[in-house]
C-alpha cells in the first residue's frame, strides 16, 4: 500500500498558509444543497405532521409504519433478549454516567450583597427533552444514554427518543435496550431531520420538547441549527476530534492506537500529534505506516489523515499548549510526563475533555468512564462545553430587598435612573430613601 499522507507534517512554525488552513478549517456548515433539502423537510413536518413523517419513513428508510409510537413492550423484550455481556456494560455505562452527573448537578444559591440584598438562583429542570439516536448505518446506544441518563439526573420531566427505523418498522434492538436501561418515557421510529422538526414543532404523535441533544448526520445537525430559535440544542458537533499533546516520555505504539481509533470515525476525522520530541513524531508515523493496513477501517482512517491529520513538532511545551487552546479539540490526550501532567493541564483551555495520562484512552471516555462524550467540535470548545446536567435546567433568579436594604440602594439608583433619562425608574428608587 502507498505511504500514509498527512495534511500537515514537520515543524509547526513551518508550516505553510495552506496546510495551516487544513488544520484549523473544521467548519461544519453543511453546504447549500442540505440547507435547502432541511428546510423543505422542516416546513413539511410542521404543516403536516405524522403524515410528512411516515412519507419520509418510506422514503429514506424503507419503513411502512401504521404508528410512529414504539411501544414499551417492545424495548423490554428487546432489553430481555439483549446479550448478556453487552447488557452488562450498557448498564454499568448508565451507572457511571449516573454517578458522575450527580456530582456536577447545579445547586440553588443565595448572596447577601453589602447592602443587604438578598440575591438567590435556584436551577429548575426542563419539562420535556428529546434524545436523538443515530440509526441505519451507525448506531450508538453509548450516545443514547449520554442524552438520557444526565437528563434524568437533572430532574427532566420527560425524556423521548427518537431513532431512524429500519426496514421492521422499529429501531435498533440495542437502543431500545438502551432506552429501557436509561429509562427514558417514549420512544419514536423517527430519524433525520424529519424528527428534529417533530421534536421542536411537536406533531399528533410527538410532543414538542424544550431541547433536543444527540448526533446526527449533516442533515440533522443542520435541522438543529435551524430549529435552535425556538426549542434549546446541544453544542453543534461535526466529525469526530482528537489532538494528542505528548512530550519524549510518551509510547509511540500508544499515542498510534490513539490516533488510529479516532481516525476510523469518518474521512474527515480530524487527528493530529503535537510534540515536543522529533523522535516520537518519527516514531509516531512509523507505527501508523505500519499498523494501518491491517485496521478493517484503512480507507477511512487513510483518508482522515490525508484531509486533516497532523503530525507536528514544537520547541516546547508551551508552544504544544498555546497550539491546543488555539485548535480547540474535541478529545485532548495529554501524554506528558506525570511531573508537568498538573502544569500542562491548568494552562489549557480549549477542549471538550481532556484524557490524562496515556492508559487513559479516548475509548473508555467515549463509553464507559462516565464523563459525557457529546461534545464541541470544529474549533468550538473554545466557548461550548460537553454536555451535562446543567443543558437539562433553566435558572430562576430571585431577589429580597427589605426596607433597610431598599434604603441603602434608594440615592445610587435614583442617579443611576435620572442618568440615564428614565425620572419614573428614579422615581419609584427615591420612595424608599431617606432616614
Not at 453589602?114 to 429548575?124: F, K, L, S, T, V
Not at 466529525?239 to 509510547?251: H, K, M, Q
Not at 509511540?252 to 490513539?258: D, G, K, L, S
Request: some cysteine.
Amino acid at each position: 500500500m502507498s505511504a500514509l499522507r498527512f495534511a500537515a507534517v514537520g515543524p509547526l512554525t513551518s508550516l505553510d498558509a495552506t496546510a495551516r488552513r487544513a488544520l484549523f478549517d473544521r467548519n461544519t456548515t453543511t453546504d447549500d444543497a442540505v440547507r435547502e433539502r432541511t428546510r423543505t423537510v422542516l416546513a413539511r413536518v410542521r404543516a403536516e405532521g405524522d403524515a410528512a413523517l411516515l412519507a419520509y419513513a418510506r422514503e429514506f428508510d424503507g419503513a411502512t409504519l401504521d404508528r410512529l409510537e414504539v411501544p414499551r413492550d417492545a424495548w423490554e423484550a428487546a432489553l430481555t433478549s439483549l446479550d448478556a455481556t453487552l447488557r452488562r456494560a450498557l448498564e454499568r455505562a448508565a451507572a457511571n454516567i449516573r454517578r458522575v452527573h450527580e456530582a456536577f448537578r447545579p445547586e440553588p444559591r443565595e448572596v447577601a450583597t453589602p447592602d443587604g440584598a438578598i440575591i438567590g438562583r435556584r436551577p429548575d429542570p426542563l419539562a420535556r427533552v428529546g434524545v436523538y439516536a443515530p440509526g441505519g448505518r451507525a448506531t450508538y446506544p453509548s450516545s443514547l444514554l449520554m442524552g438520557a441518563v444526565p437528563a434524568r439526573v437533572a430532574g427532566v420531566r420527560e425524556v423521548i427518543v427518537c431513532s431512524p427505523p429500519d426496514a421492521r418498522g422499529a429501531p435498533s434492538a440495542v437502543l431500545l435496550a438502551a432506552a429501557a436501561i436509561a429509562g427514558v418515557d417514549r420512544v419514536f421510529a423517527v430519524g433525520g431531520a424529519g424528527a428534529v422538526a417533530a421534536m421542536a414543532y411537536g406533531t399528533a404523535s410527538i410532543p414538542a420538547v424544550d431541547r433536543i441533544v444527540g448526533p446526527g448526520n449533516a442533515y440533522v445537525a443542520e435541522a438543529k441549527l435551524q430549529v435552535s430559535g425556538r426549542v434549546g440544542i446541544d453544542s453543534p458537533a461535526g466529525p469526530s476530534e482528537l489532538l494528542v499533546l505528548a512530550d519524549a516520555s510518551a509510547t509511540p505504539a500508544v499515542v498510534a492506537r490513539e490516533m488510529l481509533a479516532q481516525a476510523e470515525h469518518d474521512p474527515v476525522a480530524a487527528v493530529v500529534l503535537v510534540t515536543d520530541s522529533d523522535a516520537l513524531a518519527t516514531e509516531v508515523r512509523r507505527e501508523l505506516e505500519s499498523r494501518v493496513d491491517a485496521e478493517p477501517r484503512a480507507d477511512v482512517i487513510r483518508a482522515a489523515f490525508a484531509a486533516r491529520g497532523g503530525i507536528l513538532t514544537v520547541e516546547s511545551l508551551v508552544d504544544a499548549v498555546e497550539f491546543a487552546n488555539a485548535w480547540a479539540a474535541e478529545h485532548l490526550l495529554l501524554a506528558v510526563a506525570p511531573a508537568v501532567e498538573g502544569r500542562v493541564l491548568a494552562e489549557l483551555r480549549g477542549a471538550g475533555t481532556v484524557f490524562i495520562g496515556e492508559t487513559a484512552s479516548v475509548a473508555f471516555g467515549d463509553y464507559m468512564s462516565g464523563a459525557n462524550h457529546v461534545l464541541p467540535t470544529g474549533g468550538l470548545a473554545r466557548i461550548w462545553s460537553g454536555l451535562s446536567t446543567l443543558d437539562f435546567v433553566r435558572w430562576t433568579t430571585w431577589q429580597r430587598i427589605d426596607r433597610e436594604a431598599a434604603r441603602r440602594l434608594a440615592d445610587d439608583v435614583d442617579t443611576f435612573a435620572r442618568a440615564e433619562g428614565l425620572p419614573a425608574h428614579a422615581a419609584a428608587a427615591r420612595q424608599w430613601g431617606g432616614a
